[in-house]
């Protein structure tokens, strides 16, 4: 233990406990609104704590009591959550599950769901399979959309989330079938070609064929195939385009429509 801590955080500082993170920063938090909010006890087994040549040692870092600790004071501004980073924001949770701080998880979770869950599908997938998190599952739908229920059950998924997963995809897919017939009664010269090239990128042909989710899964992915396809569309072609251009809008348009239909079955 070192001989001296210098650190001290100002927001946790007149308590009747020391703590002392991981990398050294000493906090004074009140015993008392630990024990209120958590539903385990902390390491601690004295009220009168105050020394830092007392503290007590803990796993988390800083960052993450620092965190962490706001949920034991509700009268405190929580901190920008949206501001921590994807790992940053898993080591709240974990610490919050670990207390067993309830409204702290749901926290994490809700702004995981939120921010995180396209850049981090598979991760947050995986947090909700431990959590048995309906927030976390369906956030990850969309951009998972490819994976059957047996892939997802092999993740750990409970079977009343996986039910849940098999209603959605059924769904989705659905959508996707029916918004394809956009591009099969359109005939023109321009038209086929052009079905050459988005080919591998339609959300239909990635899912059951490729067996991967493509960005075409989400609107926004939508709206940027429709674009890279108009693009394509000027760059590669001569004369009158108009009704191959007014075709793709209908597609894109129709597929948006029922994609944002979906929804996450209650």
């Known amino acids: 233990m070192p001989a001296q801590d210098t650190a001290e955080s100002k927001q ?25 909010v ?10 009168t704590l105050h020394k830092a040549d007392k503290a007590i040692d803990m796993q988390e870092d800083s960052k993450t009591l620092e965190t962490l600790l706001h949920f034991a004071y509700p009268k405190l501004q929580l901190p920008d959550f949206a501001a921590l980073s994807f790992t940053e924001l898993i080591q709240v949770e974990r610490a919050a599950d670990k207390y ?16 995180h869950a396209f850049t981090h599908p598979y991760e947050v997938l995986e947090l909700a399979a431990k959590r048995d998190s309906n ?10 959309i490819h994976l059957s229920i047996e892939e997802v059950a092999s993740l ?34 321009h038209w086929h070609r052009l079905r050459r090239h988005m080919k591998d990128r339609l959300p239909l042909h990635a899912v059951l064929v490729l067996g991967k989710s493509r960005p075409g899964l989400t609107v926004q992915g ?4 429709y674009e890279d ?21 209908k597609w894109r348009d129709n597929i948006v429509q029922k994609l944002e239909n979906v929804q996450w079955p209650s």
């Not at 703590?19 to 008392?32: A, C, M, N, T, Y």
């Not at 939508?222 to 195939?225: G, H, P, R, Y």
């Not at 394509?232 to 004369?239: A, I, R, Y």
Request: include cysteine.
């Open 156 to 189: 750990g998924v409970s079977s009343r989330l996986c039910l849940k997963w098999g209603i959605y995809r059924e769904r989705w897919l659905n959508a996707l079938l029916e918004a394809q017939q956009y591009l099969d009664e359109h005939y023109h010269n």
């Open 229 to 249: 396809c108009l693009s394509w569309l000027s760059s590669n072609t001569n004369g009158d385009i108009s009704c191959c251009r007014s075709q793709l809008e």
């Open 12 to 36: 946790f500082c007149s308590g009747d406990l020391v703590i002392r993170s991981s990398d050294g920063v000493l906090f004074r938090p009140h015993k008392e609104n630990l024990e209120f």
């Open 135 to 144: 927030v976390l599952v369906a956030a990850v739908a969309p951009f998972l």
């Open 38 to 47: 958590s539903d385990v006890a902390f390491p601690f087994t004295s009220t």
């Open 222 to 225: 939508v709206q940027s195939i």
């Open 100 to 115: 067993q701080m309830y409204h702290g998880m749901e926290i994490c979770q809700l702004y995981l769901a939120r921010n």
